[in-house]
């Protein structure tokens, strides 16, 4: 039996299409980043979860970020 993992990265951009953040899934988790900071923000169960964490990392009333796959 085969035992693969996923990898995979998305970048969150804010309006103007500069990135914010990223959201890396290993397997069953998903590490969100903010750009210029060396930790990260949190791992998360689920892609949703990480999508919200990022964006409540982000200065109050920021518009929702663009989620692109990498």
């Known amino acids: 039996m085969t035992n693969t993992q996923t990898h995979r990265l998305w970048v969150a951009h804010n309006e103007t299409g500069t990135g914010v953040g990223t959201i890396q899934q290993d ?4 590490t969100v980043r903010m750009l210029g900071r060396d930790e990260p923000a ?4 689920s892609m949703e ?22």
Not at 42 to 45: A, D, I, M, Q
Not at 49 to 70: D, I, M, T, Y
């Open 27 to 30: 397997g069953d988790v998903y």
């Open 42 to 45: 949190g791992t998360y169960p």
């Open 49 to 70: 979860v990480a999508k919200n964490a990022l964006f409540s990392q982000l200065k109050p009333g920021s518009a929702w970020p663009e989620f692109r796959e990498h």
